[in-house]
C-alpha cells in the first residue's frame, strides 16, 4: 500500500526566514509521481509541481524549490525568503502506480505553515 | 474555463437524508474522483472514474454512491447522511494522457447534524 508521511503538522516562521516542509512515501512500484499541493485559507487547492520517479533532479520556480532524493523516499519542499501570502497547508502527494495522472492520489496528512510578519 | 465546478459551495443535512454533490468539468478529461478532507487527515479517495460508464472504489466508499454517464460529470450520492459524512468534499479531474496535474474544484463543506 501507498503512503505519505508528513510529520511536521504545523510550521511557523518569521518573515523572510526559508522554510523546508517534508514530505516522506512509501509504495512498492518503481513507477510513480509525486506532486505538492497549496492550500491557502481560501480553501482551493492548488498545483505546485509534478515529478516522476525517474527523474532526481532538484528543481526551483523562483522562491520555491524541491529536493526529491529517491534513496531515502524523500520529496521536501523549501519555501526561500517566505512571505505572509504563503501560510497555507500544504499536501504532498503520490500517484497510483505507473500513471502520471493524477486519478488516483495518496495525500499527506498536510503540513500547516504560518508566516508572521 | 471555468475548469472543475461542484455545486453547492456549503450544505447542511439532517441525518438520514439524502442529497448528491455535484461535479463537472469543461476540460474533456477523462478521469475524475472524488475526496473527503478531514481534519488532521490530509485527502482520501471515495471514488474514482477513468471515463464514462466506469466507476470505481478508493480508500473510503462507504455510503456513497458514484455514477458517470457523462465525460463532463461525475456526482457523489450520499444515500443516508451520517455525522460521520461532516467533511469538506473535493472533485477532481485529470487527464488521460498521464502529464498533468489533477484539478480540483472549490470544495463542498457538507455539515451532517
Known amino acids: 500500500a501507498q503512503k505519505v508521511t508528513q510529520a511536521q503538522t504545523e510550521i511557523s516562521v518569521v518573515e523572510k526566514e526559508d522554510v523546508t516542509l517534508d514530505c516522506v512515501y512509501e509504495t512498492r512500484d518503481t513507477t510513480y509521481y509525486l506532486f505538492w499541493y497549496k492550500q491557502p485559507p481560501s480553501g482551493e487547492l492548488v498545483f505546485l509541481i509534478r515529478?516522476?520517479?525517474?527523474?532526481?533532479q532538484n528543481e526551483i520556480s523562483g522562491r520555491y524549490s524541491w529536493n526529491f532524493q529517491k534513496s531515502t523516499s524523500s520529496f521536501n519542499f523549501t519555501i526561500t525568503a517566505s512571505q505572509v501570502v504563503d501560510s497555507a497547508v500544504y499536501f504532498c502527494a503520490l500517484s497510483e502506480p505507473f500513471s502520471g495522472s493524477a486519478r488516483q492520489l495518496t495525500f499527506g496528512s498536510g503540513t500547516q505553515l504560518t508566516v508572521l510578519p | 474555463n471555468a475548469g472543475v465546478t461542484q455545486t453547492p459551495k456549503f450544505q447542511v443535512l439532517k441525518t438520514g437524508q439524502s442529497m448528491t454533490l455535484q461535479c463537472a468539468q469543461d476540460?474533456?478529461?477523462?478521469?475524475m474522483s472524488w475526496y473527503r478532507q478531514d481534519p488532521g487527515m490530509g485527502l482520501r479517495l471515495i471514488h474514482y472514474?477513468?471515463?464514462?460508464?466506469?466507476?470505481d472504489q478508493g480508500e473510503v466508499p462507504n455510503g456513497y454512491n458514484v455514477s458517470r454517464s457523462t465525460t463532463e460529470d461525475f456526482p457523489l450520492r450520499l444515500l443516508s447522511a451520517a455525522p460521520s459524512q461532516t467533511s469538506v468534499y473535493f472533485c477532481?479531474?485529470?487527464?488521460?494522457?498521464?502529464?498533468?496535474?489533477?484539478?480540483f474544484g472549490q470544495g463542498t463543506r457538507l455539515t451532517v447534524v
Open positions: 477532481a479531474s485529470s487527464s488521460s494522457t498521464g502529464n498533468t496535474e489533477a484539478f
Open positions: 515529478r516522476n520517479s525517474f527523474d532526481e
Open positions: 472514474s477513468v471515463g464514462a460508464g466506469i466507476t
Open positions: 476540460m474533456n478529461h477523462e478521469y
